[in-house]
């Protein structure tokens, strides 16, 4: 098995040991074949049956092994992600980690002001930009909901707006199979066709089973469609650990894996080879508030199971990082979106998002957006892990500083010091050059921070006829619709 | 010989077979049902409820300890065949059609049926008349409508406004919940009440039935 590191096997966050991968790979298909899943839907069901499913009296689903071990073999196990401009950008496979914005928070914290209020088209717009600019961010997402456009057109808009205001590929969430139709349509049209679409994609969709065991229709048709149009897709369970799914994580894992394979074996049986995501997350149902929480450690440990499993399986790896149940900008969203984020990180999961997530994915804060962006940058320092060849070694270094000597005006300090970790918001002066320059605070500095980003960072804008095209999907969408302006 | 105030103690304590065990022992020995229920499982039920608003029980034991009454009721009423049981009212609760979050729902129905309300669990998805013909069918004096997304809340007064449609919005009492869902939408849409959370849903219902 790979982990994140550079350097040989120095760090790795290894979180089941292969017995524990075997004994949970076995749970999942004895709940797929014993068990078995409810299908909404005819074609999928008809694909399974052809593929050797068994559908009982009750109509429920039931699949064998062998099914899932086709389908393993012949899914990819990796895949590279384009940006808008055509370049390869993130590459799912083995440990590298990549880390992006959400999708569809209800309440937009403000960062100057601290009000909380819905999204306007503007306020998405603007902080899709502030993606676009934070380096260590590698996908958008699409933000917040907007409650000044036509409901039924939101999913649309979002995406008009990601290809508008970033570069960066995307993760899209699609409430249906045409909409995902349209959103291709303007991928298709920024990125210079439909046949380079196919080949070099620029967005991944999310869709999800209905836990415990259930297949709605909408998701299984975006699944099709996407392996059809072999759009990069994942089928991930959102647990709500004691009520969708049990509340021990070997038992989420258990069944939220048997959910991803057998999302794996309809998509795999519609195309083979199509690219497909492996992954799922957690949101455990705190049994004194009844509310479900993100970034609490169990879903952490969830985590670790699943880039094991995605390993094991020979498959790209989705999940979390950056997120938290705090409902403000507060030291308790700084502690669990920090330890997401590293933990994410050492697990080597290929996709992780939701990063600027708190009341666990109801408001989005652009404050811990930016500081995530300087605790992701740490992490990946980590990642690099160390260096032990002679020139890092220094053996000759010491030779030539000698006891009692100094390294500052040594040649390996001058050569080597750049490769350091440098802050981008952290403050490493003294206390009085730090008093001098007015005693700023984090939260203050990464006010500046998202200021100066959001006055001046232009993404690469689109091509007229490109925007014209896109506007005129939203447009036939609208009069498809009958949506009237 | 077991007495009531034990039966109300397995309650607490979400002994199903004890319960049992104790209700057949004591109806054997010629206890009025209704005495058994209203007196030994009921107050059980109650005290449990009091101990999950202090914190020191947690719903999860509270569901059992439901299961644990029921199981007791079911067999006192199997002795009082004909005798209605007073239910506190009748609830048709369901997920509104778009939409397919459950979870909240399911746990306002159960504390809903722990609380002694008949519900009727109409699942996700539900479109606008289903709602209606069940009020209809279970003569139901509260509708209660989950909505997460954003985009099915508008189903929510689709619903209210098919329920006036068919001259019944007068009959019975509309609440609403799930994530997206505030009072102010509910004072917008006519709905009678909102609640942010299961609990709260439970005392709502109890104080507009
Ligand atoms: C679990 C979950 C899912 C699961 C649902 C599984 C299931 N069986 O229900 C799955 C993975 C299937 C799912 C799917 C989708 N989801 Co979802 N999901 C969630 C999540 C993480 C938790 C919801 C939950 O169960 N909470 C726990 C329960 C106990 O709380 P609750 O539902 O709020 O209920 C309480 C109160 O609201 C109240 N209440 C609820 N109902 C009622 C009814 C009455 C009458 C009363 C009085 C009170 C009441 O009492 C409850 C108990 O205390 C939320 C995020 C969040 N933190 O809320 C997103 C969320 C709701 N989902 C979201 C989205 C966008 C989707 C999808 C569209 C995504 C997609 N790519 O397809 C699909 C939609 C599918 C569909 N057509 O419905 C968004 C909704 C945004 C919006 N408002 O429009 C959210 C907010 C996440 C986000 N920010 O993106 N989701």
């Not at chain 1, 997402?141 to 590929?169: C, E, F, H, T, W």
Request: proline content about 5%; hydrophobic content about 45%; overall charge negative.
């Amino acid at each position: 098995m790979e982990y994140a590191s550079k350097h040989g096997d120095g760090i790795a966050f290894r979180t089941l040991t292969l017995q524990q991968l075997k004994d949970i790979h076995s749970a999942s298909c004895r709940i797929l074949d014993e068990v078995g899943v409810v299908v909404h839907h005819d074609e999928a069901v008809d694909l399974l049956k052809k593929g050797g499913a068994y559908i009982d009296s009750n109509g429920r689903t039931h699949i064998p092994e062998a099914l899932i071990k086709r389908a393993l073999h012949s899914a990819p196990s990796r895949i590279t992600l384009y940006n808008r401009l055509g370049e390869p950008v993130i590459w799912m496979e083995k440990s590298n980690v990549h880390f992006g914005a959400g999708s569809d928070t209800l309440v937009y914290l403000d960062p100057f002001t601290g009000e909380r209020r819905d999204w306007t088209t503007e306020e998405v717009a603007a902080a899709i930009r502030v993606v676009d600019a934070l380096p260590q961010l590698d996908f958008v997402m699409s933000m917040g909901l907007l409650s000044d456009v036509d409901k039924r057109m939101i999913n649309r808009i979002q995406y008009a707006l990601m290809l508008k205001n970033s570069v960066k590929p995307q993760v899209v969430i699609a409430e249906d199979a045409p909409t995902v139709a349209d959103i291709t349509e303007m991928a298709a049209a920024a990125v210079g066709g439909r046949e380079k679409l196919k080949n070099m994609p620029h967005f991944v969709l999310y869709c999800e089973p209905t836990s415990p065991l259930q297949l709605p229709f909408e998701s299984v048709d975006k699944l099709l469609y996407a392996a059809e149009n072999k759009i990069p897709v994942n089928f991930a369970c959102g647990a709500v650990e004691g009520a969708s799914t049990p509340v021990t994580v070997a038992g989420t894992v258990a069944q939220a894996n048997a959910e991803a394979l057998c999302g794996l074996v309809l998509h795999q049986l519609k195309n083979p080879g199509a690219p497909f995501l492996y992954g799922f997350g957690g949101s455990p149902l705190d049994m004194r508030t009844m509310v479900a929480c993100y970034a609490v450690p169990e879903v952490l440990l969830l985590q670790g199971c699943v880039c094991d499993l995605s390993r094991f399986y020979s498959l790209p790896s989705w999940g979390y990082a950056g997120c938290s149940s705090s409902k403000d900008f507060d030291e308790q969203a700084i502690t669990e979106a920090t330890m997401f984020t590293v933990m994410g990180a050492l697990q080597g999961c290929n996709l992780m998002h939701d990063v600027f997530y708190i009341e666990s994915g109801r408001t989005g804060s652009l404050e811990l957006l930016v500081l995530m962006d300087e605790v992701i940058s740490r992490a990946r320092h980590i990642l690099k892990g160390v260096n032990t060849t002679p020139e890092y070694l220094a053996v000759e270094a010491v030779k030539r500083v000698g006891p009692g000597g100094n390294y500052m005006g040594d040649a390996h300090t001058a050569k080597h010091f750049r490769e350091k970790w440098q802050p981008s918001l952290s403050d490493f002066s003294s206390y009085s050059s730090w008093e001098a320059a007015g005693s700023k605070s984090m939260r203050e500095r990464i006010r500046e921070r998202l200021r100066s980003i959001m006055e001046e960072h232009k993404p690469v804008p689109l091509a007229p006829e490109v925007e014209e095209k896109i506007d005129a999907v939203i447009k036939q969408a609208e009069d498809r619709l009958g949506i009237k302006l | 010989m077991a007495s009531i105030r034990d039966l109300t103690e397995y309650v607490i304590q979400a002994d199903i077979e004890k319960v049992k065990e104790t209700t057949a022992a004591l109806l054997a020995a010629g206890e009025d049902p209704l005495r058994l229920i209203n007196e030994g499982l009921i107050p059980g039920i109650n005290e449990v409820g009091e101990r999950f608003k202090e914190g020191i029980m947690f719903v999860p034991e509270m569901m059992m300890s439901a299961q644990a009454m029921k199981a007791g009721v079911d067999l006192a009423k199997e002795k009082i065949e004909g005798v209605d049981i007073p239910t506190v009212g009748t609830v048709v609760i369901g997920t509104v059609a778009g939409d397919l979050h459950d979870i909240g729902k399911n746990l306002v129905s159960m504390m809903l049926d722990s609380s002694g309300f008949n519900v009727v669990d109409l699942g996700v998805d539900v479109p606008a008349d289903k709602f209606v013909a069940a009020v209809k069918e279970h003569k139901a004096s509260i509708v209660g409508l989950s909505a997460l997304l954003t985009t099915t809340m508008p189903a929510m007064k689709e619903v209210i406004d098919a329920l006036k449609e068919s001259n019944l919005r007068d009959q019975v009492k509309v609440v609403i919940g799930g994530a997206p869902v505030t009072q102010a939408y509910a004072d917008e849409i006519g709905a009678d009440g909102y609640a942010p959370d299961a609990a709260i849903a439970v005392e709502l219902c109890k104080k507009i039935a």
